[in-house]
């Protein structure tokens, strides 16, 4: 067949939709918002060739709207899972063998589609299934997907350009192989992006997947598949199931050909999968390759020299938008007693305007959490900093679940840097501060090092180069993400590669040629051209 080095399209970040009023992407997305409204899905599984109805039926709500229903998805079991594991196996070896280009074009015919007749579909999707605004929505669901294919295609081809050097009468070469058997891709609620970059990542470099999502982002992962299955993705390549972690876990960790695992999600969940990983090892035909990215406690620093009204803008932007459900949200913040005063009042000024309600209505700041269950969990931790007489919440700590899961933007200021909410991930609209003395930055600064067990993202405020300097110093194994003079979130592909280590990962940057690394296992061949022809060396001849 013909051959040639192939240059990929330079990819470029998606544009960033306003949706200003009078705009025609507002007018667009309106519709597809009242489209989406106004059915009801039946939402299959997608097995090999198959679209799958167990008729275990499963409802899907807006978590703003939880009495509208969008539609039922049908929930799997192990049978399931080991029918989405054998498809993938069966589609392994046309998929690998595939040439790269060809799997290239697929992706980037995908990141068309999101950008083009699909942009609208996704991100009314994200909104009334998972709650975000339309900023949040564009950003995440169009934008970084968009980019995450881009971006992964470019860096694919720069790693098979990522040759060796020959010596005279040698030639080397590697090679990029998929992994040997297939991979498991477990993705969260809170970001369409990650959803959708978790298993591409892995296929796109000739692996076949299972994928399962939260089921609490199935009704956007369903949009996800429709626009692979349009793209040319050859069934079988990725295995979308809503089947339960145990489930899954028992059949995919005890199986002999799996080869990875790329997750985003608790420590806690981590943690266990890990430990049936290395207590299972012996089975597995290669070492499985196993990426996560954790969550975080992620911190504000600010140090005496900052300018407030930036400071209290990235709080409000940094903990509070989609209501804190992202693992890079500020949830803790270090703020020196001589800014203090203005810092809280223009934070509350802020606060006092955020408008709160469905994603429908376009003027609303702050949407509902994503279930009852993150609701419990997050006004739990409302209240236990209520009855600490070392706390005083500030702003919001109201909650009402009525309707939908909607809790106030909650400021709690704390007398104790190790209170609980300084310290335990919350994932909701809650944002803790300390008010250190002014003159105590350094020991400060080894406060925020210490306090938490995550080091995913973090952020120094100061106009002092001295203190810049000190901060990334003193924080360098704190965050993996780290920012000066901007909010801890809002990492773009291509430009700021996201992970974090300790607590919060293994820290393999998504959005960068090192995550896709992680999906290959390299061959080196040496070609010799006049191989010899006697065992004999010189130093072996006589004087």
């Not at 591409?200 to 956007?220: C, H, L, R």
């Not at 299972?280 to 954790?294: F, H, K, L």
Request: aromatic residues 12%.
């Amino acid at each position: 067949m013909p051959k040639g080095f192939y240059n990929v399209p330079a990819p470029k970040n998606e544009p960033v939709l306003s949706y200003a009023p009078g705009s025609k992407e507002r007018q667009l997305l309106k519709k597809a918002l009242a489209d989406a409204r106004a059915v009801e899905l039946d939402i299959p599984m997608y097995i090999g060739a198959e679209e799958v109805r167990s008729g275990k039926k499963k409802k899907l709500s807006p978590p703003h709207d939880h009495q509208h229903v969008l539609g039922y998805f049908h929930e799997g079991d192990k049978s399931h899972v080991e029918q989405a594991v054998q498809a993938a196996l069966n589609a392994r070896e046309l998929w690998v063998n595939l040439g790269w280009e060809h799997r290239a074009a697929i992706f980037l015919k995908a990141a068309d589609l999101l950008a083009g007749p699909y942009r609208y579909k996704i991100n009314a999707a994200t909104m009334l299934g998972q709650s975000k605004n339309a900023f949040q929505a564009e950003i995440d669901s169009a934008c970084e997907l968009i980019d995450f294919l881009r971006f992964n295609v470019h860096f694919m081809s720069q790693i098979y350009h990522d040759q060796p050097e020959s010596s005279p009468g040698v030639w080397n070469r590697i090679e990029y192989r998929a992994l040997e058997g297939f991979t498991f891709a477990l993705t969260p609620f809170n970001f369409t992006a990650i959803a959708g970059n978790l298993p591409t990542s892995m296929a796109m470099m000739g692996n076949t997947v299972v994928w399962k999502p939260a089921n609490t982002q199935i009704y956007a992962a369903n949009v996800i598949m429709q626009v692979l299955k349009e793209a040319g993705l050859p069934d079988g390549v990725i295995n979308l199931i809503y089947v339960s972690g145990p489930d899954a876990g028992d059949v995919i960790f005890s199986h002999r050909e799996f080869a990875g695992l790329h997750f985003t999600g608790s420590t806690g969940v981590f943690q266990g999968m890990w430990k049936t990983i290395g207590q299972n090892i012996q089975q597995y035909r290669s070492y499985p390759r196993i990426v996560g990215e954790t969550g975080g406690k992620d911190f504000v620093m600010v140090h005496k020299s900052a300018n407030a009204k930036e400071v209290s803008t990235a709080l409000s932007r940094g903990a509070f938008e989609y209501q804190g459900q992202k693992c890079s949200a500020a949830s803790r913040a270090y703020i020196p007693s001589n800014l203090w005063d203005d810092v809280k009042k223009y934070m509350l000024e802020d606060l006092k305007s955020f408008k709160m309600g469905g994603t429908e209505d376009f003027g609303n700041f702050i949407n509902a959490v994503i279930d009852e269950k993150a609701f419990n969990s997050i006004t739990g931790y409302i209240e236990k900093a209520r009855q600490n007489p070392m706390n005083e919440i500030i702003a919001g700590g109201k909650y009402d679940k009525s309707k939908g899961y909607f809790i106030e933007p909650t400021v709690i200021v704390s007398k104790d840097p190790s209170s609980v909410t300084m310290c335990e991930e919350i994932f909701g609209p809650v944002l803790t501060i300390y008010v250190y003395h002014s003159e105590n930055f350094e020991q400060t600064l080894e406060l925020v090092d210490s306090t938490s067990p995550y080091a995913l993202t973090g952020s120094i405020f100061a106009k002092d180069r001295y203190a810049i300097e000190l901060a990334a110093k003193k924080l360098t194994n704190a965050a993996g993400n780290f920012y000066i003079n901007d909010k801890p979130t809002g990492a773009v592909v291509g430009q700021q590669p996201f992970g974090g280590a300790r607590g919060s990962g293994t820290n393999d940057k998504a959005g960068a040629k090192v995550n896709l690394l992680r999906w290959v296992s390299l061959r080196t061949v040496k070609e010799t051209f006049v191989p010899p022809v006697d065992y004999r060396y010189p130093f072996l001849d006589k004087e």
